[in-house]
């Protein structure tokens, strides 16, 4: 998924199949393409037609790791870190 973040140029925020493939990402577990996602303008505050976000699915899977990449994420989104 990686290469694909970075083959194709778009805009991640731009449908609903995006914020499904960073959810995806998310719940796989997979800090390297949560990561590409980001970096190519995944909104962190997404949510799932269900209203979850990333960040409750990361911490539900009790995936630390993966939960304090997206929260530092949502710091630099609002100018905080």
Not at 19 to 26: C, D, E, K, S, Y
Not at 53 to 80: C, P, Q, V
């Amino acid at each position: 998924m990686v290469a694909l973040v970075k083959a194709v140029p778009m805009s991640i925020n731009a449908s609903a199949a995006a914020i499904r493939r960073f959810m995806l990402a998310v719940a796989g577990r997979s800090d390297r393409s949560a990561k590409a996602l980001l970096d190519h303008g995944a909104d962190v505050n997404a949510r799932n037609t269900g209203g979850i976000t990333a960040l409750m699915i990361a911490a539900a899977a009790n995936e630390a790791d993966l939960a304090s990449l997206l929260i530092k994420s949502w710091r630099r989104h609002i100018g905080k870190g």
